[in-house]
């Protein structure tokens, strides 16, 4: 399974760059990967294992914001299509990634 974590949170004060600082540093030191600026996503074995990682990130929500969570199967993950602009010469698809754990 994989949880994906989708957040937009505001940057208008240094209160609120401290609290995005911390909780990207939060999902990171989790395990979790950055598939784009604010997409973070982690595998999880089972439900039970994908349940406790969204009870801990319920626990170190920032105060304000807006934090969404999905959680897929791996093939569904896998049937992602990356699509990439007219400047590179080929479309990656999900066998030609490489994944760092």
Do not use: C, H, W
Request: hydrophobic letters at 40%; charged letters at 20%; proline letters at 2%.
């Amino acid at each position: 399974m994989r949880v994906i974590v989708f957040f937009d949170l505001p940057m208008l004060t240094k209160k609120d760059v401290r609290q995005y600082t911390y909780f990207r540093k939060y999902l990171i030191s989790q395990g979790f990967v950055m598939i784009q600026k604010s997409v973070y996503s982690k595998i999880a074995l089972n439900s039970t294992a994908s349940n406790a990682v969204i009870d801990n990130l319920k626990k170190n929500l920032p105060e304000t914001g807006l934090v969404q969570i999905l959680v897929i199967s791996e093939n569904q993950y896998q049937s992602i299509e990356f699509l990439v602009g007219e400047g590179q010469k080929e479309t990656i698809d999900t066998q030609q990634r490489l994944v760092i754990l």
